[in-house]
Each structure stands twice: as C-alpha cells, then as structure tokens.
C-alpha cells in the first residue's frame, strides 16, 4: 500500500468519525427541542393562555408596572412554551390574571457617610392561574420580586431596571408554579 493510499485511508478513518459523532450530535439536540425549555409537558389539550393587563393598585405612580408585568408574562408563556395568547378568557384554555397590590423603593444599605448605598425594589403581585374547563383555580397566590439599585448613579432609570428586574423575578416564579401544575 503506498504511502498515498494510507493517507487517504487514515483521513478517510478520521472523516468518518467526525461525521458519526455530527450524526450524534443531531439526533441528541433534535431530541432536546421536542420538549419545553423547562423540560415540563404541557397537556396537548392545553394551547392558550389569557394574559390580562394587571391593574397597579399598589398606588406607585409608576405608569410601567403592568405593562412591564405583562411583557414578562407573555415572554414566559408564551415565547417560552408552545402556547398561544388568547384575546379573550373564554377562547383560553387556561388564565392567568391578577393584581399589583404593593410597591416599595426603599434604602436597603447605607455607606459609611450615612448615605444610600443601595435602594431596594419590592412588588407584589397577587395572582390566580385557572383552567378554563375546572371550577376552582389552580392557584390563587402571593409572588414577591425584588431588586437592588444604586440611586446615587441614576436614581430614575436605576429605579425602572430594578422594578423590571423585579417583575422579572415575578413572572418566572409564576411560570414555574403553572408548570408544576402540569
């Protein structure tokens, strides 16, 4: 066998080998992207989601609290799953609503010079997560999300990353308690 043909044996071999283990590879991560990102079913009689603007009754003056609630929501549910959003609760097979109750920005560390280091974000949410076809809720609970900012930096924009950060927090909790659910 010339040294040629060895060669082309060996590279051959090695071609081989890495086109068994892209072969691998593929079949391994197609597989992963038959479930949800969280690794949980949905039941397949389950395919819409009604997510209403929740109402800030906790008095915070802050005009973006629902509509940044109802972002993370509606990313969790809805890009993070196969479930579709629902115009409407009787088209939804299940519904998720609820209510801001408390809002808080408060000092939560203070430096050395008797000043703010750090403020603390806490909200609120009382929510009920319901299937369509049962009578009683699932559940109908308390989530608490909070978040640190600096306001010696930039106190106004500090305070809306940190209440987004916070909803943030809220809407995961929540999508973990619906999928448990499941």
């Known amino acids: ?79 993070q799953s196969r479930l579709s959003l629902s115009s409407s609760p009787e088209d939804a097979d299940i519904t998720l609503e609820g209510t801001i109750i408390s809002y808080r920005n408060r000092p939560f560390s203070v430096t050395g010079e008797q000043q703010t280091g750090l403020n603390q974000v806490d909200i609120t949410v009382r929510a009920t997560f319901k299937y369509r076809t049962e009578p009683e809720p699932e559940w109908n609970r308390t989530f608490n999300g909070v ?4 306001p010696n930096e930039d106190p106004i924009e500090g305070e809306r990353e940190a209440a ?15 999928l448990s659910s499941w």
Request: with cysteine.
């Open 164 to 178: 987004f950060q916070a909803m943030e927090r809220i809407a995961r909790n929540m999508f973990n308690d619906a």
């Open 1 to 79: 066998m010339s040294s040629f043909s060895k060669l082309q044996a060996s590279d051959w071999h090695n071609r081989s080998h890495i086109a068994c283990v892209l072969i691998m590879l593929a079949f391994f991560t197609s597989s992963c992207f038959n479930y949800s990102f969280t690794g949980v079913s949905i039941p397949s009689d389950v395919r819409t989601i009604y997510i209403p603007f929740f109402p800030d009754n906790a008095s915070s003056g802050l005009s973006f609290l629902s509509d940044d609630l109802n972002e993370a929501l509606v990313n969790r549910f809805v890009n």
């Open 147 to 150: 978040f640190e900012f600096d």
